[in-house]
């Protein structure tokens, strides 16, 4: 049989939902992350207890919710708690296994920017801002982000630190006393990358099928490293396509939008 036909967009979600284990408890960006996180649910993670910021726990959206204040989360939560209760006794307390963010910047440590592009008092973007990343990535035991990749995205140097993932590298991240061990995977459109063990910069661990080192490397605004053992990114397959497709096609119905993956 031949193998199904994707897009890079799918890949990506596929890839990205593929990190998300069953039973674990989740913190949800809108977005990718929740693209990614729900296609899990109705996969290989059926017992995934998803969290969104405005309070709904073990939530099972029929459709992708527009933002976190969708009704939809609230009607298929199994329970609705107040936003404080959300980062207090679970994010703080050390509950939430996987906080899966998206982004507007990264850098080479992982660190992100979802406030401005260009300077902070007169930025060329305004960006939707911090909202509960930043404690997402000091307090989950784990960090997945999820971005498309092009030198927009991957910078030397971001225009404003939202969210801390390693910091300058090393042991920065446990000098700053931040509970959570991070980022411990970036998924792109393009390759899966992971922190190195020791300086904490994101190395490519994975090339996405039909894609080349050089492209990576021009889509990166630092001179990437790639792993020695790098492999090829294992593709979608049929169920995990038809179910996300299915999941895009509901979602464009109740909203009124394309049928097709996250922009």
Request: proline share 7%; hydrophobic share 40%.
């Amino acid at each position: 049989m031949n193998a199904p036909a994707f897009s890079t967009d799918e890949m990506m979600t596929v890839t990205a939902a593929r990190r998300l284990a069953d039973g674990a408890v989740c913190f949800v960006g809108i977005g990718l992350p929740s693209t990614a996180a729900n296609l899990a649910r109705l996969t290989h993670a059926p017992r995934a207890v998803l969290i969104y910021e405005s309070g709904p726990i073990g939530t099972r959206p029929d459709v992708l919710p527009l933002s976190i204040g969708d009704g939809e989360l609230a009607q298929t939560a199994d329970t609705v708690v107040a936003t404080p209760e959300i980062f207090r006794y679970w994010l703080q307390g050390g509950r939430v296994d996987v906080g899966f963010l998206g982004t507007a910047q990264i850098d080479r440590y992982a660190n992100l920017n979802t406030t401005v592009i260009g300077d902070y008092h007169a930025p060329k973007v305004r960006l939707p801002g911090a909202g509960g990343a930043p404690e997402i990535a000091a307090n989950a035991r784990e960090v997945l982000v999820i971005v498309k990749q092009s030198r927009r995205s991957f910078v030397d140097r971001l225009d404003f630190v939202t969210s801390v993932g390693h910091g300058e590298g090393g042991d920065h991240r446990e000098r700053l006393r931040l509970p959570g061990r991070g980022p411990v995977a970036v998924i792109t459109d393009l390759c899966v990358l992971e922190p190195d063990p020791c300086t904490r910069e994101l190395t490519v661990v994975s090339l996405h099928p039909g894609v080349s080192r050089e492209q990576v490397a021009q889509a990166t605004g630092w001179p990437l490293r790639f792993a020695d053992a790098l492999v090829e990114t294992a593709s979608p397959q049929a169920q995990e396509l038809a179910t996300l497709r299915d999941l895009h096609a509901r979602t464009a119905q109740a909203h009124g939008g394309p049928s097709g993956a996250d922009a």
